[in-house]
């Protein structure tokens, strides 16, 4: 009932609802990783995105530019938005390798 934790809670559930579609995209491609036999890429990145990084742009967002507690929602959303990117265009990267790796099998079979 106290109006500062609603407003805490508001702030929070706001990012929360854009943060689910990321996190869904961030696990399953994590899976992903994991059935191509490239697990330690997972790893990595969930290193990086989730003990490296936070305490920096934690204190970016909130200390830095003044943002308070909402700079730290706006801090977890913008470094799983940046790794799923990130994420994204190095799996695609490694489907793409695998598809033209497995075209020059073909044709080096067929000649």
């Known amino acids: 009932k106290d109006p500062e934790v609603i407003a805490m809670a508001d702030s929070y559930l706001f990012m929360a609802a854009f ?52 700079g730290i929602w706006w801090g977890i959303f913008s470094i799983n938005l940046v790794f799923a990117v990130m994420i ?8 793409v390798g695998l598809k033209s790796n497995k075209i020059d099998q073909i044709q080096t079979s067929t000649i």
């Open 19 to 70: 943060l689910t579609i990321i996190y869904q995209f961030i696990h399953m491609t994590g899976s992903v990783f994991q059935g191509l036999k490239k697990p330690m890429y997972n790893t990595i990145y969930t290193f990086f995105r989730l003990g490296a990084l936070p305490p920096f742009v934690y204190h970016f967002y909130s200390v830095t530019l003044a943002m308070g507690l909402k």
């Open 88 to 95: 994204f265009i190095h799996i695609r990267k490694i489907i």
